[in-house]
């Protein structure tokens, strides 16, 4: 049963990738893109391609949210920060 729960989400978060993917690599993308079926089998393959797609490399500035409430990360990845401390 754990299965069948776990693979929705998988197929959910390829097809993400896949339409992340043609929105914003441009001339970036391979000229094949893989099968979802090679992306469930090969995870460097879809972590390279979700870090490229979704720009988790690449770097943002910070944006202070209210007081000291800041939201930091990269483009892609990104997390709170509280500096009343």
């Known amino acids: 049963m754990k299965n069948l729960k776990f693979t929705p989400l998988l197929l959910g978060g390829v097809a993400m990738l896949f ?4 929105h914003t690599f ?4 391979p000229k094949t893109l893989p099968t979802k079926e090679e992306l469930a089998k090969n995870n460097k ?3 390279e391609l979700a870090s490229k797609a979704l720009h988790w490399e690449e770097p ?4 202070r949210i209210v ?5 930091i990360g990269t ?5 709170w920060l509280d500096e009343s401390r």
């Open 19 to 22: 339409i992340a993917a043609t």
């Open 26 to 29: 441009g001339q970036e993308l």
């Open 45 to 47: 393959l879809f972590i």
């Open 60 to 63: 943002t500035d910070p944006i």
């Open 67 to 71: 007081g000291p409430l800041y939201f």
């Open 75 to 79: 483009r892609g990845l990104s997390s």
